[in-house]
């Protein structure tokens, strides 16, 4: 994962892009008055990312298993 930390006059960006092996890069960034509160809110939409490609994954998965189990 790489972490970027910016600042521009008051305001802190922090973004997070993932690399995740034969998938596509996660990209999460957040804005806020403090670098705490940005990085805070970049983890959790990097999770929120995190978790929808899980979910695909697995109904992908469950959805060849029912068309195996289909075609037999």
């Known amino acids: 994962a790489i972490i970027r930390f910016e600042q521009d006059g008051p305001v802190k960006r922090v973004e997070i ?3 995740a092996p ?5 990209v999460a960034r957040a804005e806020s008055r403090y670098y705490g509160l940005a990085l805070t809110a970049a983890l959790e939409r990097l999770n929120a990312q995190i978790r929808t490609v899980r979910d695909s994954a697995k109904t992908a998965k469950r959805a060849g298993a029912v068309r195996s189990v289909a075609q037999a």
């Open 22 to 26: 034969s998938k596509r890069d996660l």
């Open 17 to 19: 892009v993932l690399h």
